[in-house]
């Protein structure tokens, strides 16, 4: 394959960071772009001398060398199973649904296909990360604290619980993924939501949400997500094992250890394009590089969904046992 041709399916402001990093690569074309909006997928299919679609049908008919969905978390699910049932190569942006039906059935049809799938959880790509795997190698981890403070992303959907599935869902997913990586696989949930939606016409999410973790190999851990700032305040992760306390986020990590504090850089930008680089090499054939396929990502929307049915019940959520794949859902304690 010369040249990777791309649709795009969605055309907000996601997929307009998709296609400018796509842009950039010498061997990708943007062949089009389909969107409920037909203006704006004319605006952004113009914008890069693509073909605009009516929908993804249309898109798929034109005989793309992959699939960018770009969608709200509500809209996921017919554009997946249309895209797979093409055998088209899919990148899907997170969070992969609002429900983790939907989520479930998508991923049990890219298995039974064998597509090739990425999940754009682009942090897996910042030099930090990796940073923090090598420096945790040996160390037993005891406790983590994830937390996402930030504001109302200025779009009517996002207030709404079914539509978004909440700060937790649609926000603090990035967190929750560094978590697992890093962390392992958390097996118990417990969080609460303060019950008072952010100061937003229609909103019916929790404003606030404290959750505690417990991890199969021992630790113990913590988050907190807020909506109700005009800034994003904090996105990271702490995490302390013995001897070693580090702080991770997009803007670098922070080494505390017998030698003293030390910075190293994030890059994040270069994360953005590291995970459609990867993607774009893996469908030519010329990488292996995905960090997150679909499966993976599911995995870390169960957590994200068990934090939020927690908070909404306040009840304890337990999650299928690491050592069990095929396990799927999640169970409530009555």
Do not use: N
Request: charged share 20%; glycine share 10%; proline share 5%.
């Amino acid at each position: 394959m010369r040249t990777c041709r791309v649709g795009l399916v969605g055309a907000g402001g996601v997929a307009q960071r998709h296609a400018r990093v796509l842009a950039g690569f010498e061997d990708t074309e943007l062949l089009g772009v389909a969107d409920v909006v037909p203006e704006a997928a004319a605006a952004l299919a113009g914008a890069h001398g693509a073909r605009t679609f009516t929908d993804v049908e249309a898109l798929l008919a034109a005989g793309p060398d992959a699939v960018y969905v770009c969608v709200p978390p509500f809209a996921h699910g017919a554009v997946e199973e249309a895209v797979v049932a093409a055998g088209v190569p899919m990148f899907v942006e997170k969070p992969v649904a609002v429900d983790l039906v939907t989520a479930e059935r998508i991923a049990d049809l890219v298995a039974r296909r064998g597509l090739l799938t990425a999940v754009g959880h682009h942090w897996r790509y910042l030099p930090a990360v990796q940073d923090a795997r090598e420096l945790l190698a040996g160390h037993r981890i005891r406790m983590v604290s994830g937390s996402w403070w930030d504001k109302v992303p200025p779009v009517d959907w996002w207030c709404r619980r079914d539509r978004s599935g909440g700060p937790v869902v649609e926000q603090a997913a990035h967190v929750l993924d560094l978590v697992r990586l890093l962390a392992g696989e958390a097996t118990e949930v417990t969080a609460y939501g303060d019950g008072t939606p952010p100061a937003v016409d229609g909103a019916d999410i929790d404003s606030v949400t404290a959750a505690t973790l417990r991890f199969a190999g021992g630790a113990v851990g913590t988050l907190s997500a807020a909506c109700v700032l005009g800034w994003k305040h904090r996105a990271g992760l702490e995490i302390l094992a013995d001897g070693l306390a580090l702080t991770l986020s997009e803007d670098g990590l922070v080494v505390c250890d017998g030698d003293g504090e030390r910075r190293l850089p994030a890059d994040p930008e270069g994360a953005r394009v590291a995970v459609d680089r990867a993607f774009v090499d893996a469908v030519r054939g010329l990488g292996d590089d995905v960090r997150v396929p679909y499966a993976e990502a599911l995995a870390t929307h169960r957590l994200a969904l068990a934090v939020a049915d927690s908070a909404r019940t306040g009840r304890t959520v337990r999650l299928p046992a690491p050592a069990l794949p095929e396990a799927t859902g999640v169970t409530v304690d009555a």
